[in-house]
């Protein structure tokens, strides 16, 4: 397909001493869109793609929705986004064919975002995954092609002849090479905002306040007010990822003590997930909201997970161990990854772009490669956040299940349709999903 696309020089930017730092949306700056374009204006704010995934599945009983609109009903385990049903689209049904070969917690997951058939006997072969063929249309466009982000450390052993790279991984550049996890906030925040990943001492927001002086001069009164409430949110993560880094709760962030002051523990387990997770969903949505990338994944535990959550008093048995039950344990686990799900929508709907937030500018899929813990993938658990800059209405529940068409791969082509990306076959699909 070809797509004319403004260049990464068209963009604005705040730049400092090694630092490049994207503007947000603001109705003074015209940086958006592409005046090839007649159906939308120039200034009109991008469309996102974030897809946050969680393993193992949910609760058999509390994964549910009926009804539309205001009205809609949700399950225990939807609670924490019932505040946005209206934008919500809950689809159910859609399957993956290729994952239920294996029937075990890699080979479902491989190629979740793929549809691809998965090569074992511990070789590596998937698919390109729905946003890296996304990064490789828009990525000339933005600072960082795709963000991908991931709260437990990759696992490369095999498990029931299939690698279990496949469960740490929902990211694919090309059908051999997962797209590597960034699992330390700071180096993610670092590529964000520093020209390179370093570990310099000075601070993002410093480096460009100069810059940001002579931007604010140049804006309305309104612009003003968002440029502030930008860089004061910048400097709010930048702080709190160095007051983690004093208090020893992230492996991998340059120390501030001589020793850890609390018990380091098992390999990829943050000493703190509650604090790791919400850091990554804040710089998901400073990703966004400055336009610095436009897809990103977040993969909040790998499937076959060995997180614990002792923040949640839930401490005695591993995530995987957890799902093989219908426990009220369970249940809060379920509720705690949408917590993260609805903490997210929350920070993007508050952003105003234009006549829409950047909640409705957005698409924010949160999936599983199972429905329940028992490797139950005959339907896939999907909960679509998000209005797709008006492309797409929410409130509503899609059922596929008695369908014959009903390939998650469809549901990837519809969300590639309304980034203006159309490849005709994805996977094993060959059509949309029209209600989508």
Not at 20 to 27: D, K, S, Y
Not at 113 to 126: D, N, V, W
Not at 275 to 284: A, G, K, S, T, V
Request: hydrophobic share 35%; aromatic share 6%.
């Amino acid at each position: 397909m070809k797509r004319k696309s403004h260049l990464f020089n068209r963009r604005a930017f705040l730049r400092g001493a090694g630092v490049t730092m994207a503007l947000p949306w603001m109705e003074s700056l015209t940086v958006w869109g592409d005046e090839t374009k007649a159906r939308e204006p120039a200034s009109e704010a991008p469309v996102r793609l974030a897809v946050l995934f969680s393993g193992n599945g949910f609760h058999s009983k509390e994964w549910w929705a009926k009804g539309e609109g205001k009205a809609m009903e949700l399950g225990k385990v939807l609670d924490p986004i019932a505040d946005y049903r209206e934008k919500l689209l809950f689809i159910r049904g859609l399957h993956n064919a290729e994952a239920q070969k294996g029937n075990i917690h890699s080979s479902q997951t491989g190629n979740l975002l793929s549809g691809a058939p998965l090569a074992s006997g511990g070789e590596i072969r998937s698919g390109m995954s729905v946003d890296q063929l996304l990064a490789r249309h828009h990525g000339r466009s933005t600072k960082v092609p795709s963000l991908v982000l991931g709260c437990e450390k990759s696992n490369p052993s095999v498990h029931k002849n299939y690698s279990m790279l496949y469960s740490s991984h929902i990211s694919w550049s090309s059908p051999t090479t997962p797209t590597p996890l960034e699992l330390y906030p700071a180096l993610a925040f670092d590529r964000l905002f520093k020209d390179t990943a370093s570990k310099g001492d000075q601070s993002v927001l410093d480096a460009v306040l100069e810059d940001a002086k002579d931007v604010r001069r140049k804006v309305s009164s309104l612009d003003q007010r968002k440029l502030d409430e930008y860089l004061d949110s910048v400097r709010e993560v930048e702080t709190r990822i160095e007051n983690a880094g004093k208090r020893g709760e992230f492996q991998g962030w340059r120390p501030t003590l001589n020793e850890p002051n609390i018990p380091r523990p098992a390999d990829g387990i943050p000493q703190d997930i509650a604090e790791h997770m919400r850091i990554m969903c804040d710089i998901l949505v400073l990703a966004f909201q400055t336009d610095t990338t436009r897809i990103c994944t977040l993969k909040l535990n790998n499937d076959h997970s060995s997180l614990r959550f002792p923040n949640l008093g839930v401490d005695y048995m591993i995530h995987h161990l957890l799902s093989h039950s219908d426990t009220a344990d369970w249940l809060k686990v379920n509720q705690f990854f949408l917590k993260q799900v609805g903490y997210i929508a929350g920070k993007l709907d508050a952003i105003q772009e234009g006549e829409r937030t950047a909640l409705d500018n957005s698409m924010l899929m949160f999936c599983s490669s199972m429905l329940t813990g028992n490797h139950d993938a005959s339907q896939l658990p999907v909960a679509l956040l998000g209005g797709a800059g008006g492309r797409t209405k929410g409130g509503r529940v899609l059922d596929y299940k008695g369908e014959s068409e009903r390939q998650m791969c469809r549901l990837y082509l519809s969300l590639m349709d309304k980034m203006d990306v159309r490849p005709g076959t994805f996977g094993d699909a060959t059509s949309m999903l029209e209600d989508v």
